[in-house]
């Protein structure tokens, strides 16, 4: 319930921050409202806007949605070890020193987030650290840092904001041109607000589909290179054994971003909004790479 509740009053937030943006754009570089001018600002705005804001705020959701806690001074042995492998992996990549945090889940999981390379979170769920060898473990840390110094977060932030512009342009200008169609000559009847409207959010939910294909697709064509960059730091074997044992694990219950190593799809279908391959693709992708 706390993550429901923290997750609509964010969007909310987010929504108005948006809307005055947007009416104080408008108003600085004089654009039409029902113009396509606005309706292009209407959608970049709202487009790349909710993207960067979701970006910006993505370590603080993060450790409020998991309950997960920084590591600031190590507590034992396993945290000193923690803090050591992510630093090691973070001056092997060239990217400053991330948060380092724990948090409970009997998944094996990690994730990583943050808006910028020099200012990110790398997250280990204790259920990863049981569970795993530690070279396997460094495999999923190095997988990790990959994805940091790969620059990941910033690029799916970028392409989720041109799909989500488009998606927001599309669906009202052909709601306004199926609008345009059934008026009459003098101007009369059109499809009405309600009508209108609820013709945006069916378009919306539409190229909605589509677009998080698109997403998925460039997401997982990330995690390849995220695997490469943990056999490099951590070692071929340590990286295959940990996506191994993942596969012989249940599948994780995190979503989105924070899905560790990710899901194994069941079916064709499925696997087109999968952020990430099927592990077994993954495995055999790092056993061919040279």
């Known amino acids: 319930m706390q993550r429901i509740v923290l997750f609509l009053l964010t969007n909310l937030a987010i929504m108005l921050v948006l809307s005055v943006?947007?009416?104080?754009?408008?108003?600085?570089?004089?654009?039409?409202?029902?113009g396509i001018g606005g309706l292009l600002m209407l959608a970049c705005v709202f487009g790349f806007g909710g993207a960067f804001i979701s970006l910006l705020m993505s370590k603080w959701m993060a450790k409020r949605s998991v309950g997960?806690?920084?590591?600031?001074?190590p507590k034992n042995s396993t945290e000193q070890w923690l803090l050591s492998t992510v630093k090691q992996y973070a001056e092997t990549a060239g990217i400053g020193m991330p948060e380092v945090a724990l948090y409970q889940s009997p998944d094996m999981n990690a994730f990583a987030?943050?808006?910028?390379?020099?200012?990110?979170l790398v997250a280990v769920s204790t259920g990863l650290l049981e569970n795993m060898s530690q070279a396997e473990a460094e495999a999923v840390i190095g997988h990790e840092i990959s994805h940091v110094a790969n620059g990941d977060m910033?690029?799916?932030?970028?392409?989720?904001?041109v799909v989500n512009t488009f998606v927001i342009f599309l669906a009202r200008l052909i709601a306004g041109i199926i609008d345009n169609a059934t008026r009459s000559n003098n101007n009369q009847g059109g499809l009405g607000g309600f009508a209108y409207f609820g013709i945006v959010i069916v378009l919306e939910m539409?190229?909605?589909?589509?677009?998080s294909i698109i997403v998925a697709w460039f997401s997982r064509k990330r995690e390849y290179r995220a695997d490469i960059g943990g056999a490099q730091l951590a070692g071929k074997s340590a990286m295959i054994g940990a996506l191994e044992k993942l596969k012989r694990s249940q599948d994780s219950q995190l979503e989105g971003s924070m899905m560790a190593f990710g899901i194994n799809s069941k079916s064709k279908f499925t696997s087109l909004f999968a952020s990430h391959p099927p592990l077994d693709e993954r495995i055999q992708a790092?056993?061919?790479a040279q």
Not at 21 to 34: A, H, K, Y
Not at 68 to 73: G, L
Not at 113 to 120: D, L, S
Not at 154 to 161: A, D, P, W
């Open 21 to 34: 943006t947007l009416s104080i754009l408008m108003s600085v570089f004089g654009i039409d409202r029902q």
């Open 286 to 288: 790092l056993k061919n």
């Open 206 to 211: 539409i190229l909605g589909v589509l677009a």
């Open 154 to 161: 910033v690029t799916l932030t970028l392409v989720q904001g």
């Open 68 to 73: 997960a806690y920084v590591i600031e001074q």
């Open 113 to 120: 987030t943050g808006a910028n390379k020099n200012n990110a």
